[in-house]
């Protein structure tokens, strides 16, 4: 075990305190002597962390339940032992119940019991220390999740917001093409059709899902893919063209942008 190890004995009689300082000699703990539970809640108070707590029961002036107590209150993570030459049952439920006993160990002890219990509870302490860090570690990472679904949520409902009222716009620019009086008709640069108003559709005599995405080549007429194939670069194409027996002025340009390119027709009949 890498980490230092403070033990903090408490008892009014001193060749109690000398016994348990013989005892972990050959152990890598540092061993405090209080030989008050008073004087133990100074050490306490004036050392840096102490992992485990080993106190008299019967002592004059406070009692080991008493000190303990006080122990649990202040320094809670502290592992709390009780040592007793006195087989009182209901004193030590009281002594468990009351300070939150991790063992209650008999005067005279066996020094090898002993010296496995305190290793035991010292292993315990790092035990809930480390759990503790964990919880701690995990609750963090939970409060940062959930900051990041916040986050989240906040994204889809700000894109999803966007999305509607795009769909809106596009509804309307929709509206506004179909109630127009002329033909409108827009291509992609690979040729497909993504755009055909009301008019369009019933100069060409094509259905809305029959013309959307399809080839111009495929579903246009070869008079009017040729006056397309014709549009230049960079000015607008105008002629004239008959379509089921009815002339039209029609006038094609070439749309460029950085991310969209193809070509747009109007037709509007001939008065």
């Known amino acids: 075990m890498n980490e230092h ?48 707590v080993i106190s008299d029961y019967r002592m004059p002036e406070m009692n080991g339940v008493d000190f303990l107590r006080e122990v649990r209150q202040n320094w809670p993570d502290t592992v709390r032992i009780v040592l007793s030459g006195y087989a009182d049952t209901a004193s030590i439920v009281s002594a468990i119940n009351e300070g939150e006993i991790y063992k209650f160990i008999p005067k005279p002890w066996n020094d090898d019991e002993l010296k496995v219990t305190i290793n035991n509870a010292v292993e315990r302490y790092f035990l809930h220390q480390k759990n503790q860090e964990l919880t701690s570690e995990l609750t963090r990472k939970n409060d940062e999740l959930s900051l990041i679904n916040q986050h989240l949520e906040q994204l889809v409902t700000d894109r999803t917001e966007d999305l509607l009222f795009q769909n809106r716009v596009l509804a309307v620019s929709q509206n506004i093409l179909d109630c127009l009086p002329i033909a409108v008709l827009g291509m992609d640069g690979e040729g497909l059709v993504v755009q055909c108003n009301q008019m369009g559709r019933k100069i060409l005599d094509l259905d809305h899902q029959m013309i959307i995405g399809m080839n111009r080549r495929d ?17 607008p194409n105008r002629g004239q063209l008959e379509l089921n027996g009815v002339a039209y002025d029609i006038t094609g340009i070439s749309m460029k942008y950085p991310d969209q390119e193809g070509i747009i027709v109007t037709m509007d009949r001939k008065e």
Do not use: H, K
């Not at 016994?19 to 002597?33: S, W």
């Open 219 to 235: 579903v246009l007429t070869g008079e009017l893919n040729g006056f397309i194939e014709n549009i230049p670069a960079n000015a």
């Open 5 to 52: 190890v403070r033990i903090l004995c408490v008892d009014d009689e001193i060749n109690v305190l000398r016994a348990l300082e013989r005892l972990f000699l050959d152990d890598d703990y540092e061993i405090l002597t209080a030989p008050s539970g008073r004087e133990g809640l100074e050490l306490l108070r004036g050392s840096p962390a102490v992992q485990l």
